[in-house]
């Protein structure tokens, strides 16, 4: 009598399958660049009415890099595909590590739901101006859910394939569109006014470094994806430092060549007036209508892009939560033939699914409501998660031994959470401006809120599992070793409860 296979297996992701490249294409594809310059950036002069956008870009990488020190220490001696939840519990201890868990699902989760709004309605809108077809928005984006979740089960090599194709296009057109409005500069002369050092202190410098960090969520999605790369402690160390690098450098150059295109003195009011169709309509007069085309396309495959890779990020976070029975352990089933986080890809597009459908049946606006609030609230989500996980370190390393030094345990975590910290405070302060309410609206309070309800109710089923069920409760961020439970590494013989 014969004996199917089962077409999932536990416990394991595939092995080996992404190098550096692959790694870099994920994350900074999840950054989304070329909707990050035309979006935004136009965004961040419009809403702030800050010159000094290209100065908070450069800031915030510096900040983010800063970040990187102790993140990429841990994750020389961490791999596991649970990030930002496995190191907070490594740090801060397992209640605190369960409730950020249950923080970067809903942030993830918020991030690429949210971005199909911008898919759909840009995608319509292209579609209808250059075709003529009267699609609405909910038909583009649930074509676009369509491709992500088949590619969300499919190899993650052959998805680094398709994000590297869609990034290195969007970098070329990103850095030929900075060269055409560096070489057309307003009256003449290019002018370096945006990129003053003097913009640091100037009045809404705040907002600028809020609206900037949102551009560069998805750069600390390297460790996800450690458990499927050749080398993870070298790998992961490499890939973030450059994601950060290349993001920062590009945004920066692309905002700052904005303003020379406009002057820096106009930039606020052609923001405000044209929107995200600034970027484009400042390098048509030199281009062709087709080469425009092309280009508008390329914003559409940006967005897309950032919804494969988040995809990703929400999948294997349920899947090293289900590894470790935090959550039901199906989740902790991966594809025997892909090698993928079968059941929590599967889960994360029935989701987005299911607030796509209440979003079109509510009649809501797709930019404002869902694009535009809801990633906004996501980025808030990764950043209180990067200040967490900045604390951590300093927990992690004050309790193991190790060789890393004062710098990379120590000094660049505790700048790096004082920096981050400075920012969260800002972000909550700014967040009406930031969504475009009004200060009194209640949804001011109402998004930041539901993280503390995610983190507390995450906090009590920890407390809950330790009372019902401590084999589980031992093994949670033990990654891999959690199907045992054992404590096989010295690491986590100290590990704080």
Same mark, same amino acid.
Request: proline share 4%; glycine share 10%.
């Given at each position: ?39 935004? #950036? ?19 990488? +510096? ?100 994000? +590297?194709?869609?990034?290195? #296009? ?35 410098? &705040? ?56 002057? $820096? ?19 048509? $007069? ?19 892009? +950032? ?20 959550? $039901? ?48 609230? &996501? ?12 604390? +951590? ?18 000094? #660049? ?85």
């Amino acid at each position: 009598m014969s004996h199917s296979k089962p077409d999932t297996v536990s416990a394991v992701l595939a092995r080996g399958r992404l190098g550096i490249p692959s790694v870099v294409f994920f994350v900074i594809a999840a950054a989304a660049p070329l909707t990050v310059i035309a979006g935004g #950036a136009t965004t961040g002069y419009a809403v702030t009415g800050v010159t000094g956008i290209p100065v908070a870009y450069l800031l915030v990488a +510096a900040v983010l890099a800063l970040f990187a020190v102790g993140y990429v220490a841990m994750s020389r001696r961490i791999v596991n595909a649970g990030a930002f939840y496995t190191y907070v519990t490594r740090g801060l201890g397992r209640p605190a590590g369960v409730g950020a868990a249950m923080v970067a699902l809903l942030a993830y989760n918020a991030m690429q739901i949210g971005l199909y709004g911008g898919a759909g309605a840009v995608t319509a809108a292209f579609l209808n101006d250059r075709y003529g077809w009267q699609l609405t928005w909910w038909i583009c984006a649930l074509a676009v859910w369509a491709v992500v979740t088949i590619l969300g089960v499919a190899r993650i090599d052959l998805n680094g394939r398709v994000l +590297a194709v869609v990034l290195l #296009a969007e970098c070329v057109a990103a850095l030929t569109f900075d060269a055409i409005m560096i070489t057309h500069p307003a009256d003449g002369q290019v002018s370096f006014d945006t990129l003053a050092p003097t913009h640091v202190f100037a009045a809404g410098i &705040g907002a600028a470094l809020v609206t900037a960090i949102t551009g560069f969520v998805g750069f600390e999605g390297t460790v996800v994806f450690s458990e499927e790369t050749k080398d993870p402690r070298r790998t992961v160390a490499r890939a973030t430092y450059i994601a950060v690098a290349v993001t920062g450098l590009l945004y920066g150059l692309s905002a700052w060549a904005m303003s020379v295109a406009t002057g $820096p003195d106009r930039i606020v009011d052609a923001a405000r007036t044209d929107g995200t169709d600034l970027l484009f309509n400042l390098v048509s $007069p030199y281009l062709s209508q087709s080469v425009i085309t092309v280009a508008r396309i390329l914003f559409i495959t940006s967005l897309f892009a +950032a919804l494969l890779s988040f995809h990703h990020t929400v999948a294997r976070y349920l899947f090293a939560l289900g590894r470790e029975r935090v959550l $039901p352990a199906l989740f902790g089933r991966t594809s025997r033939r892909t090698g993928a986080p079968k059941i929590g890809s599967l889960v994360q597009s029935g989701l987005a699914f299911a607030v796509l459908v209440g979003y079109a049946l509510a009649g809501a606006d797709p930019i404002v409501h869902l694009f535009f609030w809801i990633t906004v609230t &996501g980025g808030l989500g990764v950043l209180i998660l990067m200040t967490l996980t900045s604390a +951590a370190v300093i927990g992690f390393f004050a309790r193991t031994t190790h060789t890393e030094g004062a710098w990379r345990s120590a000094v #660049a975590p505790a700048a790096a959470t004082i920096a981050l910290g400075g920012i969260l405070t800002v972000t909550l302060r700014e967040f009406a401006t930031l969504l475009g309410v009004k200060p009194d609206s209640p949804l001011r309070w109402a998004f930041p809120a539901a993280y503390a309800v995610a983190a507390l109710l995450g906090i009590a089923w920890a407390l809950t599992l330790r009372a019902t069920n401590p084999h589980v409760y031992a093994a949670i961020g033990l990654g891999a070793d959690s199907d045992t439970g054992t404590l096989r590494h010295p690491d986590l013989i100290r590990q704080p409860a």
